[in-house]
């Protein structure tokens, strides 16, 4: 059963660290989340996640994988970006994984959806590249947040997953921000 919402979205302006290492300008205002908050909102309670989405329109649904139920709970904004939490109980309330394909929503370090490769080799930012499924994940050590961008975007994977092979994709924008919550 899908479940209907309308909260409103109040957008927060945060001043984001800005490396003087980089001539690329990145966002510096926009709703900041770490692993930890998104705004002033802590991210490990989904009901007060969802609080500091307002007048977004969430839906709330859930799948199973492999014999267990896992929940989600999509906010969609005006512009039809959104922001989806994931959780094994919808219950509990818990967040376990956050991702977003707003670029309203940037990390501490001001990147956003619409980030390229470059930006982060610009920055010289300390990136762990993973994969999962067809997904390529780069992983932000200082923000301890993913970026994301589809395999389809590469022509001929490295074998070797380093940041340092990714060089030749520079202009290749990230489109999905991933964050896994750290509560305590």
């Excluded at 992983?139 to 340092?164: G, M, Y």
Aim: charge should be positive.
């Amino acid at each position: 059963m899908k479940l209907f919402y309308y909260l409103s979205l109040s957008m927060l302006c945060f001043t984001a660290c800005n490396s003087t290492q980089s001539k690329t300008a990145v966002k510096k205002d926009g709703l900041v989340i770490t692993d930890k908050l998104l705004g002033t909102t802590s991210l490990c309670s989904m009901g007060e996640v969802i609080k500091t989405l307002a007048p977004a329109r969430v839906d709330t649904s859930s799948t199973d994988y492999e014999k267990g139920k896992w929940y989600y709970v999509k906010a969609v904004f005006k512009d039809s970006s959104y922001l989806l939490m994931e959780t094994s109980d919808i219950n509990a309330g818990k967040v376990l994984r956050i991702s977003t394909n707003s670029p309203k929503i940037i990390t501490t370090t001001g990147y956003a959806i619409g980030t390229t490769i470059g930006d982060l080799f610009e920055k010289n930012e300390e990136v762990v590249v993973k994969k999962e499924y067809s997904k390529i994940f780069f992983k932000i050590k200082k923000d301890n947040v993913s970026l994301q961008a589809d395999e389809r975007f590469f022509q001929d994977l490295p074998a070797e997953l380093t940041f340092e092979a990714f060089k030749k994709y520079r202009q290749v924008p990230l489109t999905l921000l991933v964050v896994t919550p750290v509560c305590q």
